[in-house]
């Protein structure tokens, strides 16, 4: 019987310089039958114990069942109304090889589990960059409940996730970036800090009049002697630390910064679903700010560093 759905975070990994050479990510032919290898050096009791202590993390009583099996990689699974975690044992162990730490494992688990248990395989839509980031958060919050660190909650995805989003994942810095969302909100609960925090932080003063109309100059200045078409900007970019540097934002969501009338990429801007700061600015060394409603552009611990203005 067809499978009613089937979600793959990644593809086969070969020893570690085909890793890095040939994996990729998305939508691949669905798995209609499997078996359980006989001999697996990671042991199918070993998986089923991973996968407990994640649901033991989160409360919740397993709705799936976890088998070793000769699939690529890992899949959650949906197959005659029964739902699946499957794994290759040969290519879990290869990952923990790659990456130096069992955490890169359990968070392929994770990221699988997190498919069933957000309600990912009760549709038909196959993989899409919005649940393959709910799955990447899970993940990480899941793994700092059990103690990982934020390095080895990301290790897996550091070594395997493309720079490139597609069609049906998102690329490497957005996983990385909703891994870290997760890992920050268990790790509030772990040291009791009030996860609410960041709908607390004080609003900047709104600017002087006179100010305002210096902004706008500013800004009305930047639009006129700017080397990138004003149809391909969606927003006005200005950071404390370097006021007199014109910065925006692109119909592609990159950070760009005019240097000697020339264009430098610096970064790129994320949506988040989160309703006090919708997105997250980053660049390639993984420095984050946090954009508000209001276009301020803050630190994860609140300090204002910028600000951002949509045309």
Do not use: C
Request: hydrophobic share 35%.
């Amino acid at each position: 019987m067809k499978n009613k759905h089937l979600l793959f975070f990644l593809l086969f990994f070969l020893p570690v310089v085909a890793m890095a050479q040939n994996s990729r990510l998305g939508q691949h032919d669905a798995v209609r039958t499997w078996t359980v290898p006989v001999n697996s050096f990671a042991s199918l009791a070993e998986g089923k114990d991973i996968a407990q202590q994640i649901i033991d993390v989160v409360g919740l009583k397993p709705n799936f069942e976890v088998q070793a099996a000769n699939v690529p990689n890992a899949a959650a699974v949906v197959s005659r109304g029964k739902r699946y975690v499957l794994y290759n044992p040969n290519f879990i162990n290869q990952l923990t090889r790659t990456t130096g730490t069992r955490w890169a494992a359990i968070s392929v688990l994770a990221h699988e589990i997190g498919h069933h248990l957000n309600g990912h395989t009760v549709t038909s839509s196959g993989s899409q960059p919005a649940i393959e980031l709910e799955a990447d958060e899970f993940s990480g919050f899941v793994l700092r409940k059990m103690g990982a660190s934020l390095a080895e909650a990301q290790a897996a995805m550091k070594a395997i996730a493309g720079q490139q989003a597609t069609k049906t994942h998102p690329g490497r810095y957005d996983r990385l970036a909703s891994i870290q969302k997760g890992w920050e909100h268990a790790d509030d609960q772990v040291n009791g800090r009030n996860t609410a925090k960041v709908s607390t932080q004080p609003q900047p003063s709104q600017p002087a009049p006179r100010q305002q109309q210096q902004t706008a100059s500013r800004q009305a200045t930047r639009r006129t002697t700017s080397p990138i078409d004003d149809r391909y900007i969606v927003a006005d970019v200005s950071f404390n630390s370097d006021p007199n540097s014109r910065y925006y934002i692109t119909s592609r969501y990159n950070v760009v910064k005019v240097a000697n009338n020339n264009l430098l990429v610096v970064g790129k801007l994320a949506s988040m679903k989160n309703t006090q700061y919708p997105y997250l600015m980053y660049d390639e060394q993984n420095t984050q700010y946090l954009v508000d409603r209001r276009g301020n552009i803050v630190t994860r611990r609140g300090q204002r560093v910028g600000q951002l203005s949509a045309r």
